[in-house]
């Protein structure tokens, strides 16, 4: 097994979240030679410069970026298990390994060299437990929380019930469904019908008063892409489930989108003349 270090952005953290919670894979950006169940480390270079996240390489080789919008890089299918919150400095990697070069000068998809693995997953180690950082366990159990479920493993089971029925509902009225839950575009499933085409982001909910996670990706392709819809599944482990297909203008008609973390970014000084 080796590890690698893999540049990430800022406005990929909601998705890196989301593979967590949902314990869905999703594409990422990684060194050409990774192999299945090598480590991917993610540095996020901006607005922090801080090692953020921790995943596992799913694939026995890398594809070209392009065809997903990420031209000149190669990605592999990884699960993300641990996101460092708060995330850890690259500052800190540097003190606590002063003779590796990368913490000096990150690269993007770096090899970690092998005398350097185990004393920096003891630093992400102390540092999650000094920071009483959640695990996979309790992330889940907090996302679920704010979008009213009960538990993960009910979560998990409305998530894929309303997929489902969204599929099956929209196949039954002659459209062709494609998953495209891993391409990073901001929605579940691509629809067909004719010349028709809608992008179908599914959110369910195990009753009428719960909630829904809406991700900052999803929240920009629903204000961008007319093509958006909101399948909302009511009661989805229910014979008598209920869906809801709205627009974006719909959607923010009807609910209220409240954030449920932020970034704090230091504040540019100001000069005094």
């Known amino acids: 097994m080796n590890y690698y270090i893999s540049q990430g952005g ?8 989301r593979s967590i919670s949902t314990k869905r894979t999703t594409w990422w950006s990684v060194n050409p030679k990774v192999a299945k ?33 990420w031209p000149g890089h190669q990605l592999s299918h990884v699960r993300f298990e641990k996101l460092f919150d708060p995330p850890v400095p ?23 060299p092998d005398q350097y693995v185990a004393p920096l997953l003891h630093l992400l180690h102390v540092r999650m437990q000094a920071a009483d950082l959640p695990n996979e366990e ?11 479920f009960s538990d993960v493993e009910t979560n998990r089971r409305v998530d894929h019930a309303a997929m489902e029925f969204v599929r099956h509902t929209f196949e039954k009225k002659g459209w062709k469904v ?16 004719g010349s028709a085409e809608l992008h179908l982001e599914v959110k369910a909910t195990p009753d009428t008063s719960a909630g829904f996670i809406l991700t900052a990706n999803e929240l920009r392709c629903a204000e961008t892409d007319e093509s958006f819809r909101l399948c909302l599944v009511r009661h989805a482990l229910h ?11 719909q959607m923010k008609r009807a609910f ?5 973390a932020y970034i704090g970014r230091a504040k540019p000084s100001k000069t005094h003349q």
């Open 10 to 17: 800022e406005t990929h953290l909601p998705d890196i979240g």
């Open 37 to 69: 169940d090598d480590r991917v480390i993610v540095y996020l270079r901006a607005p922090m410069s801080a090692i953020v996240a921790m995943g596992t390489v799913l694939d026995d080789h890398t594809v070209s970026g392009a065809k997903h919008g």
């Open 90 to 112: 690259i500052a800190a990697v540097q003190e606590a390994l002063p003779d590796w070069g990368w913490p000096k000068m990150p690269r993007t998809e770096a090899h970690i």
């Open 138 to 148: 309790a992330v889940n159990a907090r996302i679920s929380s704010d979008a009213g």
């Open 178 to 193: 494609e998953d495209c839950q891993e391409d990073f575009c901001g929605y579940d499933l691509r629809a067909h019908r």
């Open 239 to 249: 014979r008598d489930r209920k869906m809801e297909v709205l627009t974006a203008n």
């Open 256 to 260: 209220a989108l409240s954030p449920i």
